[in-house]
């Protein structure tokens, strides 16, 4: 399920780096982690759902390869972002 405007509006406004940023590597990262903690919140009811399953396997490995490239070109940002959004890495 995509996310609502409003929402997207703010995770955007949260992880900006400039006034028009929309698609720098950590915005995508939040976005990412949103959508992965619906979807975890979803399999909690719907457990037999695997064709949703297969997609939060791709947004999860999408949102790693995100976060080694940040980590390999400002690793400085991606701490930032995995102190923000509470990841583990």
């Known amino acids: ?12 406004n949260r992880f900006k780096i400039h006034e028009k940023d929309s698609g720098s590597p950590s915005v995508q990262i939040a976005l990412l982690t949103e959508r992965i903690n619906y979807l975890t919140e979803h399999f909690k ?3 037999k759902d695997h064709h949703s399953r297969r997609g939060l396997l791709m947004l999860v490995g999408q949102r790693r390869r995100l976060l080694e490239y940040l980590r390999q070109k400002n690793l400085n940002r991606y701490r930032q972002i995995t102190d923000k959004l509470g990841l583990r890495r």
């Open 45 to 47: 009811v719907h457990k």
């Open 1 to 12: 399920m995509a996310l609502q405007v409003e929402r997207k509006r703010e995770i955007i």
